[in-house]
């Protein structure tokens, strides 16, 4: 498959390169966290922060004075949405590796000034972490609302990299006597531990897990 | 504590801020992964990779022509490690949050040259992210070293950021009726899978999981 730009073409590792968009949104929705990187004051910045997705659309939130916001807007950023699987253990040191799930993104951002629309994105962003969470929170106030920026890049000029296999050593190496194969990491949501100061005698309904298995 | 330089001084959520250079090599340490920010033909780009410590240097390797390494030599670059801890499932939409460890590092690093010290710091990779493995490895040759480049930068101008709390709410909203606190994510490491291909009938040694508490 062709890669949208130059600038996307893997080149290293290319047998685990894909340009899919189904693939790139998948992975996309599958993490929490993002790492954004923009140039500022001539010198390179990564902020890692969560994301979400909609449609076509990757956003963040933070502060409007934050520099991933206010400074990003309109400039050129890096985004990169990383999941580590596996250690992959093989029989040379050359060959282990890890199994994983990446997305690099590039693009422009935009902050989004429309009022109802900033609500709505941030409502999709509590809805997509805790489904049904959002009308039961305090709402959000017009103080809360001039503090807060969202910013939105398109998912367009992006490419994946994923490596989901046993080791891959050289033919001569395959009998080398040493334990190989991969070694998992696994990821599962924990016991919700209740606020220590929620002391009303009252049950509340226990919150959702993120959406499309997001960890 | 004093921040090591201007652009490190941690501005937003300063009460979360430290500079400490023990706290800065513990979470460092805790991480198997980095984001390595750099400025490649006047854009941003980040890539993810895997590091490790060796006392007050950061390391990661690639490829000779892997632009994380033979790029970034000698040019400022930015990276972070960062772990995502819990969601903070606050009473306000506005104070929902995450619980996090990440560290933010300025540098310019430099490749390793000297062949010795390169082997040296491929088997401390090694060995740690699985003690005792790199004596059973069929050893690196010749061809391999001259593929694989080893690039270091000081762990000197660092922040810290860390939430660890149960959710921060407005005082008016400790009564708002919903269910408050933290989700934790848990890792951990899942039952090692042996390559297929390895059919030998022999027991080999199983492989020990990364040293302090990484993963
Ligand atoms: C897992 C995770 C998820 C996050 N999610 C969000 C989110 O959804 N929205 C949001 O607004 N923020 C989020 N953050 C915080 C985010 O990384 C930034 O701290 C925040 O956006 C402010 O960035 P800034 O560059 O404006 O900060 P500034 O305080 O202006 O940055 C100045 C300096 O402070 C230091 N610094 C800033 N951030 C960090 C950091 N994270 N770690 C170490 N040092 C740092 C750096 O040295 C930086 O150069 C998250 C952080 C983590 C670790
Ligand atoms: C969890 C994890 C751990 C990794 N650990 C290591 C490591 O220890 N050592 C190592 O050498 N590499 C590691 N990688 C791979 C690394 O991210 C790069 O792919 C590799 O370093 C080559 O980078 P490059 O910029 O030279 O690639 P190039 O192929 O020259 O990059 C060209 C383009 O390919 C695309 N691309 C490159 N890397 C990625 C990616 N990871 N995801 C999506 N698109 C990408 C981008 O669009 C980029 O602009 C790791 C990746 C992940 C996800
Ligand atoms: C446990 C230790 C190791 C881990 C976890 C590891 C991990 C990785 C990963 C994830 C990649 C990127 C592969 C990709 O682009 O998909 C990589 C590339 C590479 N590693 Fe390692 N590695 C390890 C040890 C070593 C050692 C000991 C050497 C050298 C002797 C080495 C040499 C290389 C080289 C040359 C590449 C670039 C491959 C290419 O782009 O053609 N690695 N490593
Ligand atoms: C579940 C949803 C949310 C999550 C996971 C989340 C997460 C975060 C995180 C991790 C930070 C950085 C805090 C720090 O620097 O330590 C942050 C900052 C911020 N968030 Fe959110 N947030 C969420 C919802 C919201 C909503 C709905 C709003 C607005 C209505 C909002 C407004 C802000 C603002 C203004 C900041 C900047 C704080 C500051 O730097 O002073 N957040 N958020």
């Not at 050359?94 to 000034?113: A, C, D, K």
């Not at 609302?145 to 050289?170: F, Q, Y």
């Not at 080398?176 to 991969?182: K, L, N």
């Amino acid at each position: 498959m062709q890669a949208p730009s130059q600038r996307t073409q893997v080149k290293r590792g290319r047998k685990r390169a894909d340009y899919d968009p189904q693939l790139v949104k998948q992975i996309i929705d599958q993490s929490l966290l993002c790492h954004v990187a923009q140039i500022h004051d001539g010198y390179p910045v990564v902020t890692p922060t969560c994301h979400w997705r909609d449609g076509d659309m990757l956003y963040w939130h933070g502060h409007t004075r934050a520099r991933n916001l206010y400074a990003s807007q309109g400039q050129s950023v890096c985004v990169n949405i990383s999941q580590l699987d596996d250690l992959v253990m093989a029989r040379s040191a050359f060959h282990h590796s890890v199994n994983y799930r990446s997305v690099t993104l590039f693009g422009v951002p935009q902050l989004i000034e429309d009022e109802s629309e900033k609500r709505r994105q941030l409502e999709l962003f509590v809805e997509r972490l805790s489904p049904g969470r959002w009308q039961q929170l305090r709402p959000i106030n017009e103080q809360e609302m001039l503090l807060t920026a969202v910013i939105a890049m398109p998912i367009h000029e992006a490419s994946v990299k994923v490596r989901a296999a046993p080791p891959s050593d050289d033919d001569e190496d395959y009998g080398w006597p040493v334990w190989a194969g991969v070694m998992p990491i696994q990821r599962q949501w924990g016991d919700l531990q209740q606020d220590p100061k929620q002391t009303e005698d009252k049950r509340y309904p226990l919150p959702s897990s993120p959406v499309n298995g997001a960890i």
